[in-house]
């Protein structure tokens, strides 16, 4: 019997990046069961064994034109390809099935402008930026293209689905299901004190501090500012690992001004991020606007204990004290740190078992979708 013809598409083929790791693994969950392509516009990384990739390629041009070719190169890939069962991960037009990992733009501005300067005319002319792009507008219309042109949405977090239904009231709800993602809890898990001692020592970190870390690209948007302002109201023992991240020299001189660069550590792009959860006694992630953040679920994975904001959708899994609003007064953000870590951080974070998550229930709907289209 002749498999199945499946096509993953997504514009990077990476390892790197929340998207790209999760169309990996899908892909290299897929192939014992289906011939696998995978639809690009560039590859940086060898696809899974088995997996057949079609690079359509990228202009070197604007952000309009890089989405616009993946979008066409895509849309005649998968025509050519005449597979039996599509994913759409990114700007693509027609799929079978289409994850929603990031939501909806208009929705995305609304909550993000806030992390922005509500004094003066910063937020104002971003606003201006943002609605005159056409990168934008493109990014809106295929957004629109793609709620009616796929035949199952699939939410990578309550939040998103909430915020997908709020954008575009036509949708019936019972259209969109929720898969959340699923760290590796064979490399994120509680460690024991050899761990953390030697976790520490590799960042000469005092044995007496108190670590606290985040992790992010767009400092922005996760809130470092208010992350550092915090320091101010937190014992001088206190010390902040900020993982990921572009340009930090501005938060560096912030940190600078506010006498607490001593206590603030700019690590940059983390490849091992087990170190950084093992070296930590608490993870804080302040998102003015976040699907469903891979870091909260990895840091929980760790057994360590977590704050985040309501704008994050993996905020799902955390106690309700746990749980601050984006932009909090930093005075108040030091009393929630401090109280979380005075309570009983000892129990270790378990998926509850009645909530989709991970790559298993991707690779069951697949097969209960293709076993419908051939036994309709």
Not at 60 to 83: C, H, N, P
Not at 104 to 127: E, N, V
Not at 275 to 294: K, V, W
Request: one cysteine or more.
């Amino acid at each position: 019997m002749n498999k199945h013809r499946v096509a993953i598409m997504l514009p990077r083929l990476s390892h790197y990046g929340g998207v790209e790791g999760f169309a990996w693994r899908l892909a290299k969950a897929l192939t014992p069961y289906y011939n696998v392509d995978f639809i690009c516009a560039r590859q940086e990384t060898d696809p899974p064994a088995g997996v057949k990739v079609i690079c359509v390629g990228r202009p070197q041009l604007g952000k309009f034109f890089k989405i616009f070719w993946f979008a066409m190169g895509a849309e005649i890939a998968r025509r050519k390809g005449r597979y039996d069962l599509t994913i759409g991960l990114g700007n693509t037009i027609c799929q079978d099935i289409l994850r929603l990992s990031g939501g909806p733009t208009r929705i995305f501005w609304k909550h993000s402008i806030q992390a922005y300067p509500s004094d003066g005319y910063a937020q104002t002319w971003k606003m201006i930026r943002r609605r005159l792009s056409p990168a934008n507008m493109l990014v809106r219309a295929i957004e629109r293209l793609q709620i009616h042109h796929s035949r199952q949405l699939i939410a990578n977090s309550h939040q998103v689905r909430n915020w997908t239904l709020e954008a575009f009231p036509i949708l019936d709800a019972k259209r969109i299901d929720i898969i959340y993602n699923k760290p590796d809890l064979t490399r994120f898990a509680p460690c024991n004190a050899p761990q953390k001692k030697r976790a520490r020592t590799a960042l000469n970190i005092p044995s007496h501090a108190t670590v606290i870390s985040t992790a992010g690209t767009n400092f922005v948007l996760k809130g470092i500012l208010q992350l550092i302002q915090t320091l101010l109201f937190l014992p001088d023992t206190t010390i902040l690992l900020v993982a990921g991240g572009r340009r930090p020299k501005k938060y560096q001189t912030l940190a600078s001004k506010l006498g607490v660069s001593d206590r603030v550590r700019f690590l940059g792009k983390v490849d091992e991020m087990t170190s950084l959860y093992q070296a930590s006694d608490l993870f804080i992630l302040l998102s003015f606007y976040d699907a469903c953040s891979n870091a909260v679920l990895e840091a929980l994975a760790s057994g360590l204990p977590v704050i985040s904001t309501r704008t994050n959708g993996s905020s799902y899994f955390l106690p309700p004290r746990q749980v601050i609003d984006a932009g909090e007064n930093p005075k108040k953000i030091a009393l929630t740190i401090q109280k979380v870590l005075e309570g009983d951080t000892s129990t270790a974070f378990t998926f509850p078992t009645d909530i989709p998550s991970g790559i298993e229930p991707y690779v069951d709907r697949i097969a209960a979708m293709l076993k419908q289209q051939t036994n309709p």
